[in-house]
């Protein structure tokens, strides 16, 4: 079963607009993870931020961690059109395994 | 560099048949993880093995799944008497977890596409 849900479910924007995603979770967690995976291809890890962080960046992106809420946002700043593809939430439980979300498809207009 | 590798990229099988597929992790990675993902989906937890150590089974994991890491090095997970539900990406992961309480980050292969007819 998933974790918690990904917002929106789809989300298209033009080039050079920033893009913000929002993901939910349900039980503690470790830390949690942003992963982006190409249309029908493996995932790759972008960013981590650990249970005690709030905020984490890593060029472009921008993830914040609300543990009292229990969610997590991923914010792309000027966009471009190879950043096109499925974005991944992923909380770490107890036991190290990952726990994904159902994903938001994004899609960046040139 | 060599990243985690998965054999075959596809498979497509009738019911009834069984399948294998195999994972090699990078090389000095100590756990090793199967996902299973649906089309529109995230993945799926299915196992984890710490070397050769298969420590943890999802409940998605029947007794037509079998998972082994003989060596600590790859993995193959076996599905018997596949089913037409059977079809999704298998993705295999790996990771290096240190002693203590570390976070290991997990990399992922490209996945094996396995179609049930």
């Known amino acids: 079963s998933q974790q918690g849900e990904e917002d929106p479910q789809a989300l298209s924007i033009q080039e050079g607009e920033n893009a913000t995603m929002n993901c939910s979770y349900k039980?503690?967690?470790?830390?949690l993870q942003w992963y982006r995976q190409n249309s029908g291809r493996g995932l790759v890890h972008l960013i981590l931020?650990?249970?005690?962080?709030r905020e984490k960046h890593s060029g472009r992106l921008r993830v914040t961690l609300d543990t009292s809420k229990k969610s997590s946002s991923l914010l792309i700043t000027a966009s471009r059109a190879a950043d096109t593809a499925s974005y991944f939430c992923?909380?770490?439980?107890?036991?190290?395994?990952?726990?994904f979300g159902s994903g938001t498809r994004l899609l960046v207009r040139p | 560099d060599t990243g985690v590798s998965q054999d075959p990229r596809h498979k497509i099988t009738k019911r009834g048949q069984n399948v294998t597929f195999r994972c090699d992790p990078i090389?000095?990675?100590?756990?090793l993880y199967w996902y299973r993902q649906t089309l529109g989906q995230g993945p799926e937890f299915l196992t984890y093995?710490?070397?050769?150590?298969?420590?943890?089974k999802s409940r998605l994991l029947s007794d037509r799944f079998s998972a082994e890491r003989p060596k600590g090095s790859f993995s193959t997970l076996e599905i018997q008497r596949t089913e037409q539900g059977d079809s999704a990406m298998y993705l295999c992961?790996?990771?290096?977890?240190?002693?203590?309480?570390?976070?290991?980050?997990?990399?992922f292969g490209p996945g094996t596409r396995l179609t049930v007819l």
């Open positions: 992961a790996s990771s290096l977890k240190l002693t203590g309480p570390s976070t290991d980050t997990q990399y």
């Open positions: 039980t503690s967690i470790n830390n």
């Open positions: 931020i650990r249970s005690n962080e």
């Open positions: 992923a909380t770490e439980d107890s036991s190290y395994k990952l726990i």
């Open positions: 090389s000095e990675h100590n756990r």
């Open positions: 093995f710490q070397n050769e150590a298969q420590l943890e």
